[in-house]
């Protein structure tokens, strides 16, 4: 069985298990009911919290309460958290709960005091006059609140920490943890319904297989010989540079046709700017290009006989991260715009997996700019400050 789903289901029952155990007693009462009141105050304010922080700082628009709030925000605050998705969690959302919990202190000190309490004590006076198994079976029913909120809070810390610490084997105990699988959709996805917790996909298991270690592709040359002097270079360097991405070489994938070329001319206009040009194609892609998550599980299994590419992406509407990659690359190559492939680790809301978007280059001011495509469906991930923080490990395979 997998070792999340172990945990996860270990948590939810012990509680009860132990209360069925332990003798039933009106402390214990006193101090469930306690213990549950205060587990509701805390996930009140943890997700009042960054609801708050998700449309004051991401989702303001119009005339609503929420864009009336962002823009009382100085000038200066808003331009320091512009663009930092995590930071703007980490830093507003914890002064949001102070101020939340405080203020529910307020209602939930007499709510415990005049109501919980003599509740409590009626419960018991009730409970008190049966047998010892219905005593005992009462016990267990006041520890399920305490077991759901601690596997809520397991699988909220988990998240944290396969966020910060990627670990492969964690992210597949995740990925195939059917337990972990339900918790997240329906618990803290909605709790996490933001930026932190994005609905894009990612490939699990190795799915860019590495082929031998050779140099990158350098414009549209072919592939030079590696000198046994330079294949030692590389592996000093730990430079892992892939020959076959799905099944098909980088040449074969970023190949482009009339239809491409037309479209991606008629989408930049008369734009002469690099980057306007760039961003244009960025959003005509993450908009027309549909993940496909039946290829996306066949290629984390075997990526042979699997078609891949530019050609199949634009004609089928169609991909995974690699095709929405090498659509972009062939057509920032018809409109004159210098792009690369990179891959590395993505962060997917869940785990982290194997990877790749693209660079293009900003000529106006000398520099290369983060492209993803594929994230673009769920958030702007073109040019974003913050794009390493679900990005890592990044490697150019190819330039154009």
């Given at each position: 069985?997998?070792?999340?789903?172990?945990?996860?289901?270990?948590?939810?029952?012990?509680?009860?298990?132990?209360?069925?155990?332990?003798?039933?007693?009106?402390?214990?009462?006193?101090?469930?009911?306690?213990?549950?009141?205060?587990?509701?105050?805390?996930?009140?304010?943890?997700?009042?919290?960054?609801?708050?922080?998700?449309?004051?700082?991401?989702?303001?628009?119009?005339?609503?309460?929420?864009?009336?709030?962002?823009?009382?925000?100085?000038?200066?605050?808003?331009?320091?958290?512009?663009?930092?998705?995590?930071?703007?969690?980490?830093?507003?959302?914890?002064?949001?709960?102070?101020?939340?919990?405080?203020?529910?202190?307020?209602?939930?000190?007499?709510?415990?005091?005049?109501?919980?309490?003599?509740?409590?004590?009626?419960?018991?006076?009730?409970?008190?006059?049966?047998?010892?198994?219905?005593?005992?079976?009462?016990?267990?029913?006041?520890?399920?609140?305490?077991?759901?909120?601690?596997?809520?809070?397991?699988?909220?810390?988990?998240?944290?920490?396969?966020?910060?610490?990627?670990?492969?084997?964690?992210?597949?105990?995740?990925?195939?943890?059917?337990?972990?699988?339900?918790?997240?959709?329906?618990?803290?996805?909605?709790?996490?319904?933001?930026?932190?917790?994005?609905?894009?996909?990612?490939?699990?298991?190795?799915?860019?297989?590495?082929?031998?270690?050779?140099?990158?592709?350098?414009?549209?040359?072919?592939?030079?010989?590696?000198?046994?002097?330079?294949?030692?270079?590389?592996?000093?360097?730990?430079?892992?540079?892939?020959?076959?991405?799905?099944?098909?070489?980088?040449?074969?994938?970023?190949?482009?046709?009339?239809?491409?070329?037309?479209?991606?001319?008629?989408?930049?206009?008369?734009?002469?700017?690099?980057?306007?040009?760039?961003?244009?194609?960025?959003?005509?892609?993450?908009?027309?290009?549909?993940?496909?998550?039946?290829?996306?599980?066949?290629?984390?299994?075997?990526?042979?006989?699997?078609?891949?590419?530019?050609?199949?992406?634009?004609?089928?509407?169609?991909?995974?991260?690699?095709?929405?990659?090498?659509?972009?690359?062939a057509m920032c190559r018809a409109t004159g715009v210098k792009v690369r492939l990179v891959t590395g680790l993505g962060y997917s809301g869940v785990s982290w997996?194997?990877?790749?978007?693209?660079?293009?280059?900003?000529?106006?001011?000398?520099?290369?700019?983060?492209?993803?495509?594929?994230?673009?469906?769920?958030?702007?991930?073109?040019?974003?400050?913050?794009?390493?923080?679900?990005?890592?490990?990044?490697?150019?395979?190819?330039?154009?």
């Amino acid at each position: 069985m997998n070792y999340i789903t172990i945990i996860i289901l270990a948590i939810l029952i012990l509680p009860a298990l132990f209360g069925f155990l332990e003798s039933f007693s009106r402390e214990r009462l006193h101090y469930s009911m306690a213990s549950l009141l205060d587990h509701v105050e805390f996930l009140f304010s943890l997700i009042a919290s960054i609801y708050l922080t998700r449309r004051i700082f991401f989702e303001h628009s119009g005339s609503d309460i929420f864009n009336e709030l962002y823009t009382s925000i100085p000038e200066g605050v808003k331009s320091f958290f512009y663009g930092k998705d995590v930071l703007t969690y980490l830093i507003v959302t914890p002064i949001l709960m102070l101020v939340i919990t405080t203020v529910l202190r307020l209602v939930t000190e007499p709510l415990y005091r005049y109501v919980v309490i003599p509740v409590a004590d009626g419960v018991y006076s009730v409970i008190d006059t049966s047998g010892s198994f219905i005593k005992r079976f009462f016990g267990a029913v006041w520890q399920i609140p305490r077991s759901l909120f601690l596997v809520f809070t397991f699988g909220l810390l988990l998240n944290f920490y396969a966020y910060y610490f990627p670990t492969p084997a964690l992210s597949k105990w995740m990925n195939e943890s059917t337990a972990y699988q339900f918790l997240y959709k329906t618990a803290i996805f909605p709790a996490l319904n933001s930026n932190l917790a994005k609905k894009v996909p990612v490939l699990v298991n190795d799915s860019f297989r590495e082929i031998g270690k050779v140099l990158p592709r350098n414009g549209q040359q072919g592939i030079p010989e590696v000198s046994g002097q330079l294949k030692d270079e590389l592996a000093k360097r730990n430079i892992k540079v892939i020959e076959y991405f799905n099944g098909v070489t980088l040449d074969e994938a970023i190949k482009s046709s009339p239809e491409i070329d037309e479209t991606a001319r008629k989408i930049v206009g008369n734009e002469k700017n690099s980057r306007k040009k760039a961003f244009l194609l960025y959003q005509w892609v993450s908009r027309h290009v549909e993940y496909d998550y039946d290829k996306a599980d066949k290629l984390s299994k075997d990526p042979r006989g699997t078609s891949s590419g530019a050609i199949e992406a634009f004609q089928t509407r169609k991909g995974v991260c690699f095709d929405y990659s090498c659509l972009y690359i062939a057509m920032c190559r018809a409109t004159g715009v210098k792009v690369r492939l990179v891959t590395g680790l993505g962060y997917s809301g869940v785990s982290w997996g194997d990877h790749a978007w693209n660079q293009v280059y900003y000529a106006e001011q000398n520099r290369w700019i983060n492209v993803d495509t594929t994230f673009g469906s769920a958030a702007d991930y073109f040019d974003k400050p913050d794009f390493s923080v679900d990005h890592r490990y990044d490697e150019v395979q190819g330039e154009w």
